[in-house]
């Protein structure tokens, strides 16, 4: 089946190629990487060295296996570690953030035969990793033929995506046969490969690699005691109105809260301040080490900090989700048994979102006024309060060990 699989992709990628290229040239996407995805790749390194591959296809994929990535390469240093996208923009943060830990940034290959063929020729891998969504079958099924070890990690299937394997199972009982392991982030997503045709003993549940956020060593004087504080963190353009005036309308009701202003750019502060000063709200900056016992609002205007200041807030509002940026991680507030809330626009970080707000440890809110009212409720009803922070606490026990699972594993 896998091999006419392989004629038959091949075929409908030369017909389909030409026509999905003028498409997006149109449009202006680019056509990124198109020699590396034609297997065209150049490893700087021998074709006889060990080589662990790690697979992510964008950007929230990338940013889930950056701490494993660190880990594979401090506990393997005499390997190769390469890493592949499938995306401009997961090539682009996988260069900023694996560099210096990887040994080769490039794109995965087209899923044909020529293409993959000529890749694992090149690239010649001992074990690969692919990460959560992506089965490619003919790359499986190449691999399974030159006997290299290709494993699904933090592996999830979503509802939609489970019915239409559902409906093609015959297909997924041969690509499966392919993989070497999967590994789920849940019991749920266990049973759903088990389902479309996964062998029950290849699929053992790992955890989110997503959960693997470490608490930052926090002394924090911001003369926060006796106040409670609300962190907008990587807040962008047109977020700031939104926070600043619920702030607003909220310090009339609750005379104890505190606000801790993040921009995700720095250089916004003269905009920021204007706002401010339009509110009639008192702020400081923390550059000048200014203090909450003084002023209503600081601004932190400084860079690498935001991290830790999650560990002083009573709640959270994540920025980047009010806009079409596609949300930042939460789990930097979560993992302080802190709520968290965040705007409608979450794609980069969509499956953690998922997960905290089926429990009181996230909220997804779709406008202002949605916003400010659950504010007001956590500020509110203290036993509310209370389950939301024990929710987040939950969420992370759940979810622990991922990483020194897929370790052991590689082991």
Same mark, same amino acid.
């Given at each position: 089946?896998?091999?006419?699989?392989? @004629?038959?992709?091949?075929? @409908?990628?030369?017909?389909?190629? $030409?026509?999905?290229?003028?498409?997006?040239?149109? =449009?202006?996407?680019?056509?990124?990487?198109?020699?590396?995805?034609?297997?065209?790749?150049?490893?700087? /390194?021998?074709?006889?060295?060990?080589?662990?591959?790690?697979?992510?296809?964008?950007?929230?994929?990338? =940013?889930?296996?950056?701490?494993? !990535?660190?880990? =594979?390469?401090?506990?393997?240093?005499?390997?190769? +570690?390469?890493?592949?996208?499938?995306?401009?923009?997961?090539?682009? =943060?996988?260069?900023?953030?694996?560099?210096?830990?990887?040994?080769? @940034?490039?794109?995965?290959?087209?899923?044909?035969?020529?293409?993959?063929?000529?890749?694992?020729?090149?690239?010649?891998?001992?074990?690969?990793?692919?990460?959560?969504?992506?089965?490619?079958?003919? /790359?499986?099924?190449?691999?399974?033929? #030159?006997?290299?070890?290709?494993?699904?990690?933090?592996?999830?299937?979503?509802?939609?995506?489970?019915?239409?394997?559902?409906?093609?199972?015959?297909?997924?009982?041969?690509?499966?046969?392919? /993989?070497?392991?999967?590994?789920?982030?849940?019991?749920?997503?266990?049973? #759903?490969?088990?389902?479309?045709?996964?062998? $029950?003993?290849?699929?053992?549940?790992?955890?989110?690699?997503? /959960?693997?956020?470490?608490?930052?060593?926090?002394?924090?004087?911001?003369?926060?005691?006796?106040?409670?504080?609300?962190?907008?963190?990587?807040?962008?353009?047109?977020?700031?109105?939104?926070?600043?005036?619920?702030?607003?309308?909220? %310090?009339?009701?609750? !005379?104890?809260?505190?606000?801790?202003?993040?921009?995700? *750019?720095?250089?916004?502060?003269?905009?920021?301040?204007?706002?401010?000063?339009?509110?009639? +709200?008192?702020?400081?900056?923390?550059?000048?080490?200014?203090?909450?016992?003084?002023?209503?609002?600081?601004?932190?205007?400084?860079?690498?900090?935001?991290?830790?200041?999650?560990?002083?807030? *009573?709640?959270?509002?994540?920025?980047?989700?009010?806009?079409?940026?596609?949300? *930042?991680?939460?789990?930097?507030?979560?993992?302080?048994?802190?709520?968290?809330?965040?705007?409608?626009?979450?794609?980069?970080?969509?499956?953690?979102?998922?997960?905290?707000?089926?429990?009181? !440890?996230? #909220?997804?809110?779709? @406008?202002?006024?949605?916003?400010?009212?659950?504010?007001?409720?956590?500020?509110?009803?203290?036993?509310?309060? %209370?389950? !939301?922070?024990?929710?987040?606490?939950?969420?992370?026990?759940?979810?622990?060990?991922?990483?020194?699972?897929?370790?052991? #594993?590689?082991?």
């Amino acid at each position: 089946m896998m091999y006419l699989y392989g @004629i038959l992709s091949t075929i @409908i990628f030369i017909l389909g190629m $030409p026509f999905v290229w003028a498409v997006r040239k149109c =449009i202006g996407k680019p056509n990124a990487g198109l020699r590396e995805k034609f297997g065209f790749i150049a490893p700087p /390194f021998n074709s006889q060295d060990d080589v662990i591959m790690l697979h992510g296809v964008s950007v929230g994929e990338v =940013i889930a296996l950056e701490n494993l !990535a660190k880990k =594979i390469k401090e506990t393997f240093p005499d390997k190769k +570690l390469v890493v592949t996208t499938g995306t401009k923009t997961g090539q682009e =943060i996988a260069k900023k953030k694996y560099d210096g830990v990887a040994d080769f @940034i490039t794109y995965f290959p087209f899923d044909i035969p020529c293409c993959v063929n000529r890749f694992l020729k090149r690239l010649n891998p001992k074990t690969v990793l692919i990460a959560e969504t992506e089965i490619w079958p003919y /790359f499986a099924y190449a691999c399974h033929k #030159k006997g290299i070890p290709v494993s699904i990690i933090n592996g999830r299937i979503s509802d939609s995506t489970f019915n239409t394997y559902k409906k093609v199972k015959f297909f997924f009982t041969k690509v499966f046969e392919n /993989f070497t392991a999967i590994y789920t982030q849940s019991e749920e997503d266990k049973q #759903k490969y088990i389902a479309v045709s996964a062998k $029950p003993d290849v699929v053992e549940v790992m955890g989110n690699l997503k /959960f693997d956020v470490k608490r930052k060593d926090a002394d924090i004087q911001l003369g926060q005691e006796g106040f409670r504080v609300i962190v907008a963190g990587s807040t962008h353009a047109g977020e700031d109105e939104i926070v600043l005036n619920s702030f607003k309308i909220l %310090k009339a009701k609750h !005379a104890d809260i505190k606000l801790l202003l993040a921009p995700r *750019h720095p250089k916004r502060l003269p905009s920021i301040e204007e706002l401010l000063k339009g509110l009639g +709200l008192s702020y400081g900056l923390r550059s000048k080490d200014d203090r909450f016992t003084d002023y209503d609002v600081i601004v932190l205007d400084t860079l690498g900090e935001l991290g830790k200041m999650y560990s002083i807030c *009573h709640f959270a509002f994540i920025g980047g989700s009010f806009n079409t940026t596609g949300g *930042h991680n939460p789990l930097e507030a979560s993992v302080y048994d802190k709520p968290t809330i965040t705007g409608p626009d979450i794609h980069n970080f969509k499956d953690i979102y998922g997960m905290l707000s089926k429990t009181s !440890a996230g #909220k997804i809110v779709n @406008i202002p006024i949605e916003f400010e009212q659950y504010q007001d409720k956590l500020l509110s009803d203290s036993e509310f309060y %209370k389950k !939301a922070c024990q929710d987040c606490k939950e969420v992370f026990e759940a979810q622990k060990g991922a990483l020194d699972f897929v370790i052991n #594993k590689l082991k």
